[in-house]
């Protein structure tokens, strides 16, 4: 969750509803309550690369109809359901590395290395 906040992943917006409807699973369970919340909680749910895509109420609008279609699933399965989503993106489980490179300048000065098993 940190390093997908982080940006580290490639996600798109659809991704990052599905997966916002699934941390509120995580951390709020059935309740509604939180659901008004959300434009206050996107720096919690949404990928700190994507967030400016749309506006909080849009966000917003978005995940509640994601978090809707997933009535039902309790914190454990929403956790399964994050892990079996994300693990098929080619970075999962690399170690990744903000790096400052200065040889060559085709290249920006602050660079993200991720290292895995490929």
Same mark, same amino acid.
Not at 31 to 47: D, F, G, R, V
Not at 79 to 88: E, H, N, P
């Given at each position: ?16 509803? +599905?997966? /916002? ?12 309550? *939180?659901?008004?919340? =959300?434009?206050? !909680? ?17 966000? +917003?609008? /978005? ?12 914190? *454990?399965?929403?956790? =399964?359901?994050? !892990? ?35």
């Amino acid at each position: 969750l940190p390093k997908l906040l982080r940006g580290y992943h490639k996600c798109t917006k659809e991704d990052a509803v +599905k997966l /916002a409807a699934l941390i509120l699973r995580v951390r709020f369970g059935e309740s509604k309550a *939180e659901l008004q919340a =959300i434009p206050n !909680l996107l720096h919690e749910l949404i990928p700190i690369d994507v967030i400016k895509i749309q506006n909080p109420n849009e966000w +917003k609008k /978005a995940i509640i109809t994601a978090h809707n279609q997933e009535n039902g699933v309790n914190c *454990e399965n929403a956790k =399964i359901s994050f !892990l079996k989503f994300v693990y098929k993106w080619p970075t999962f489980g690399s170690a990744f590395f903000e790096v400052k490179q200065n040889g060559d300048t085709n290249f920006p000065e602050h660079l993200l290395i991720a290292i895995n098993k490929n």
